[in-house]
């Protein structure tokens, strides 16, 4: 069923791992764009999609879920997650429509993608703390089609996923960006956003571009484990009422940064390990450069 409301969609579908934090917070106040509660809403994904039982998932009606759509142009939706599960495009087809959507991918170098969910995973408690990048390596090396965890080696290779929303939706409502032009140039790569949903760019003229869920290695996982665990029911508490959440949110933020700050350690990783997953990316690289033209993605400047 289409969307009925004045506002169309922007959907970012993904991938994890590659800055969509920071961009929900760069693009939430931005006055043409109306944004949810919180980033990820998950509302599309499936019951059995692994890991769907992530903090707040949105059950009501999904319109609800932006009270102001309609003094906005686009509602914002940031669910990276919806980009690996085959049922998500599919349930927002059917409520959405094909019209009134545009999706949004950025992407991050896979190997450096691959190393960061390593440490988020650990850092969430998917991962034993004993667990070495070796261990973590010859895991996903095993199986394609393992749980999601040890999974995302095979997840890293983007250009299946992407090509499921532009069979789906088409190559004009498909926007590919990488995490690095954001990093490297965060007021450019917002430009060329705006420029591509017709937005407003001048408001960022004087943006102050922040980095937002920097993923840390953690010295003290149970201590990490029991705030995880507090602030899933907290979140799981409040979602359904706007108000209270966001009067507990700047609360939430602080306790986070404050926790990482105290129980984070630096680590060194040889880099070598994970060098050796450049051939089993290249041709998907490949792929990906069949739409875009190229990557900032040093490594694979051969492909």
């Known amino acids: 069923m289409a969307n009925n409301s004045q506002s169309k969609f922007i959907i970012c579908v993904g991938t994890n791992k590659a800055g969509t934090s920071s961009l929900f917070e760069y693009l939430k106040d931005h006055p043409q764009i109306n944004a949810p509660v919180k980033k990820q809403l998950d509302y599309f994904l499936s019951d059995d999609y692994p890991l769907s039982d992530q903090i707040g998932k949105w059950t009501g009606k999904y319109t609800e879920a ?16 919806y980009m690996y599960d085959p049922k998500a495009l599919n349930r927002i087809f059917k409520e959405l429509g094909d019209e009134d959507c545009q999706f949004i991918f950025i992407l991050r170098d896979p190997i450096d993608r691959l190393r960061s969910w390593y440490n988020y995973a650990k850092q969430m408690g998917y991962l034993n703390e004993s667990v070495t990048p070796a261990d973590f390596l010859a ?79 953690v010295k003290n996982q149970n201590l990490q484990s029991t705030y995880l665990k507090f602030h899933r029911w907290v979140v799981n508490q409040t979602i359904r009422f706007p108000f209270i959440f966001k009067l507990l949110k700047p609360i939430g933020q602080l306790l986070t940064r404050t926790l990482n ?31 875009v033209s190229n990557t900032p993605w040093k490594r694979f400047d051969h492909v």
């Open 261 to 291: 700050s105290i129980n984070s350690k630096e680590t060194e990783e040889k880099e070598d390990i994970w060098a050796t997953l450049i051939p089993y990316y290249e041709e998907d690289v490949r792929k990906i450069k069949s739409i």
């Open 139 to 217: 895991k996903q090396l095993e199986n394609d089609h393992a749980d999601i965890i040890n999974n995302a080696k095979f997840t890293g290779k983007y250009y299946q996923y992407i090509n499921r929303y532009i069979q789906k939706f088409g190559l004009s409502k498909t926007y590919i960006s990488f995490t690095e032009d954001l990093k490297s140039n965060p007021l450019q790569f917002m430009n060329r956003l705006c420029d591509h949903l017709k937005i407003d760019k001048f408001y960022y003229s004087d943006f102050e571009f922040k980095q937002f869920n920097k993923t840390i290695t």
């Open 66 to 81: 932006f009270p102001n759509s309609k003094q906005r142009n686009y509602c914002l939706d940031i669910s990276p997650d």
